[in-house]
């Protein structure tokens, strides 16, 4: 019963939009390694279809350019990968998001 919970809480885990991205992954990890460790083990191509799935919306854009690209060249991609891409494509974001929100502030402090 306890390997069923487990499957289906990774299988089902998502990622809201504007959570640690990071936090989400290892969180994902972990749960892989416990299936692992109790005999049932998540294949790499089922585990970044897992990390795909789990990615909040804002990841849409780059997993479907990822994935046309991987698909062009005939390549897959690892879980590594994906989690290193991912994670830059995270960072991307945040540093898109604090530069916004200065803009923002300085807008309103030269408008006050």
């Known amino acids: 019963m306890v390997l069923l919970e487990l499957r289906r809480s990774l299988m089902s885990a998502k990622c809201s939009e504007g959570a640690d991205v990071q ?9 892989q390694e416990k299936l692992a460790g109790m005999g049932d083990p998540i294949s790499d191509n089922d585990f970044t279809s897992v990390l795909q799935a789990s990615l909040p919306p804002s990841f849409d854009t780059f997993l479907e350019a990822t994935n046309t690209t991987l698909s062009i060249n005939g390549k897959t991609q690892t879980p590594a990968e994906l989690v290193s891409a991912a994670l830059g494509h995270w960072n991307f974001l945040k540093i898109k998001a604090m530069r916004a929100s200065k803009t923002t502030s300085d807008e309103t402090a030269l408008s006050a």
Do not use: A
Not at 23 to 31: A, F, P, T
């Open 23 to 31: 936090e989400h992954i290892d969180k994902l990890s972990v749960m």
